[in-house]
T-cell receptor
Framework: AQSVTQLGSHVSVSEGALVLLRCNYS??????LFWYVQYPNQGLQLLLK??????LVKGINGFEAEFKKSETSFHLTKPSAHMSDAAEYFC???????????FGTGTSLTVIP | DTGVSQDPRHKITKRGQNVTFRCDPI?????LYWYRQTLGQGPEFLTYFQNEAQLEKSRLLSDRFSAERPKGSFSTLEIQRTEQGDSAMYLCASSLWGGYGYTFGSGTRLTVV
């Protein structure tokens, strides 16, 4: 079975500070990992994805994540938070490119001016 | 590419009534997914189609729920005899088989009163 755990349901950072959102996965086979962002009353938007190859992946809006197999982690980072980054962030795992995704419970990011 | 469209955006219904939601995927995407998201949770898989074939259904999809994709294009999700516990955001997503990551629609928010 596969699952993801997002540590910290709420994270607050100051504008300009480092953003770190944590995600640990559980999978019996090499996973595909994703981060999505959701703004209020909106659907989910893909931020970035890891499938194969380079373990450091860069996404939109300055976000990046590193796949660490030894730590079963896929944490999301951004060097400098912007007010527009305030949203809900979801980590997700799937086993292949077409099967269902398993989402974490989300982390709400607040950016303090 | 106009993205994934869902209609309606909001639906308020009385308990016991039937409701139907529509999803129009990205035209060249052959896979279509339905997810349900309750407050404070990540999306949970309901079902998916490849073209017109419904390939997988979650145990969350009780016999009151039915989904169709008759011509392999748009899809409908019907809930019969709605209950208050059905109140949620219903998200549709589409992808190409072999593609990486979904494209989500903005969702239909159902409130059962």
């Amino acid at each position: 079975a596969q699952s993801v755990t997002q540590l910290g349901s709420h994270v607050s950072v100051s504008e300009g500070a480092l953003v770190l959102l944590r995600c640990n996965y559980s999978s019996s086979v090499p996973p595909y990992l994703f981060w999505y962002v959701q703004y209020p009353n909106q659907g989910l938007q893909l931020l970035l994805k890891y499938t194969t190859g380079a373990t450091l992946v860069k996404g939109i809006n300055g976000f990046e994540a590193e796949f660490k197999k030894s730590e079963t982690s896929f944490h999301l980072t951004k060097p400098s938070a912007h007010m527009s980054d305030a949203a809900e962030y979801f980590c997700a795992v799937t086993l292949n490119t077409g099967n269902q995704f398993y989402f974490g419970t989300g982390t709400s990011l607040t950016v303090i001016p | 590419d106009t993205g994934v469209s869902q209609d309606p955006r909001h639906k308020i219904t009385k308990r016991g009534q039937n409701v139907t939601f529509r999803c129009d995927p990205i035209s060249e995407h052959n896979r279509l997914y339905w997810y349900r998201q309750t407050l404070g949770q990540g999306p949970e898989f309901l079902t998916y189609f490849q073209n017109e074939a419904q390939l997988e259904k979650s145990r969350l999809l009780s016999d009151r729920f039915s989904a169709e994709r008759p011509k392999g294009s748009f899809s409908t999700l019907e809930i019969q005899r709605t209950e208050q516990g059905d109140s949620a955001m219903y998200l549709c997503a589409s992808s190409l088989w072999g593609g990486y990551g979904y494209t989500f629609g903005s969702g239909t928010r159902l409130t059962v009163v």
